[in-house]
């Protein structure tokens, strides 16, 4: 059974510009998640969606937006770029995100800002 | 709020002897805990979690962790380390209660560095 894919592996950017992430869970997992990992910051949580549906978002500013599609693949959107948005952003997945259900992350997206 | 503190920047261990990462939680309800390893360049792997029933849980690649309630903590254990289980590791809470019974984020702490020296 395939894993948690992210794509890019890799992204440079410039400020003000914006991107795309995507990720595909594993198949039957309907639950993705977002974090954002910086050395500063570690792990933080920025949105998780479940059916479509966000159902829980982090504390981060409107820049960040990501969406859902039917067959539970999640992209990630942000937009007007800061250099303090480089990080490996990190997508997971879970059966329907229940609390006692692990979460199995992809290797994620490194968007380096310039 | 619930959080998670690993008072350890890096655990320094030879190999084939015991380790030990340390993990204590703060939560207002119940805890579910989880440990993940980052190798270099890639994502967060599971290896076991804390719901309820034995204060003891075993995972993958022989590691296990110990549940302790009135310590607040959730050590992740091996008893004998390989130079291969050199990696971060991150210990993870969801508070659980009746207040929030929905969908709740993983808090993570700020990770171990594990180096298993040959």
């Known amino acids: 059974k395939a894993g948690v894919t992210q794509t890019p592996r890799y992204l440079i950017k410039t400020r003000g510009q914006q991107v795309t992430l995507s990720c595909s869970p594993i198949s039957g997992h309907r639950s993705v998640s977002w974090y954002q990992q910086t050395p500063g910051q570690g792990l933080q949580f920025l949105f998780e969606?479940?059916?479509?549906?966000?159902?829980n978002k982090g504390n981060f500013p409107g820049r960040f937006s990501g969406r859902q599609f039917s067959n539970s693949r999640s992209e990630m959107n942000v937009s007007t770029l800061e250099l303090g948005d480089s990080a490996l952003y990190l997508c997971?997945?879970?059966?329907?995100?229940?609390?006692?259900?692990?979460?199995?992350f992809g290797d994620g997206t490194r968007l380096s800002i310039l | 709020a619930q959080s998670v503190a690993q008072p350890e920047d890096q655990v320094n261990v030879a190999e084939g002897n015991p380790l030990t990462v340390k993990c204590t939680y703060s939560?207002?309800?119940?805890?579910?805990l989880f440990w993940y390893v980052q190798y270099p360049n890639r994502g967060l792997q599971f290896l076991l979690k804390?719901?309820?029933?034995?204060?003891l849980v075993k995972g993958s690649y022989g590691f296990e962790a110990e549940f302790n309630k009135s310590q607040t903590s959730f050590h992740l254990k091996k008893p004998s380390a390989l130079v291969s289980d050199s990696a971060l590791y991150f210990c993870?809470?969801?508070?659980?209660?009746?207040?929030?019974?929905?969908?709740?984020?993983?808090?993570f702490g700020t990770g171990t560095r594990l180096l298993v020296s040959p």
């Open positions: 804390y719901i309820t029933g034995d204060n």
């Open positions: 993870a809470v969801r508070d659980i209660n009746r207040m929030n019974t929905g969908f709740q984020k993983l808090v």
């Open positions: 969606y479940f059916s479509e549906t966000q159902r």
């Open positions: 939560v207002s309800g119940n805890p579910y």
């Open positions: 997971a997945s879970s059966l329907d995100g229940a609390n006692n259900q692990p979460q199995h």
